[in-house]
Nanobody, 113 residues
């Protein structure tokens, strides 16, 4: 069964950094676009960053210049490096692959002093 497992979240002070990981299984990872999304309390889930199967990337305005999405097809893993974190980045972060693969459990990121 195809699945996505996120990790790497935690509590960090404003200005700090985190690297999130998402390990995929059950499908041919290298052939699919991947993305990171987040959902803050009381808000809808939103797209943060996208990486194509060929490695092209795009970012939400809130992530440009501070977040970097990357992938390692040898490890079936997509990453989100987050620098200069602000309190408005507090959310549960999810990765997404093919439409037919369910959302994972997400990983909680809390930015607070």
């Amino acid at each position: 069964q195809a699945q996505l497992v996120e990790s790497g979240g935690g509590l960090v002070q404003p200005g700090g950094s985190l690297r999130l990981s998402c390990v995929a299984s059950g499908f041919t990872f290298s052939g699919f676009h991947m993305s990171w999304h987040r959902q803050a309390p009381g808000k809808e889930r939103e797209l943060v960053a996208f990486i194509s199967s060929g490695g092209m990337t795009s970012y939400a305005d809130s992530a440009k210049g501070r977040f970097t999405i990357s992938r390692d097809n040898t490890k079936n893993t997509v990453y989100l490096q987050m620098n200069g974190l602000r309190t408005d980045a507090t959310a549960v972060y999810y990765c997404k692959g093919p439409a037919w693969v369910n959302w994972g459990q997400g990983t909680q990121v809390t930015v607070s002093s």
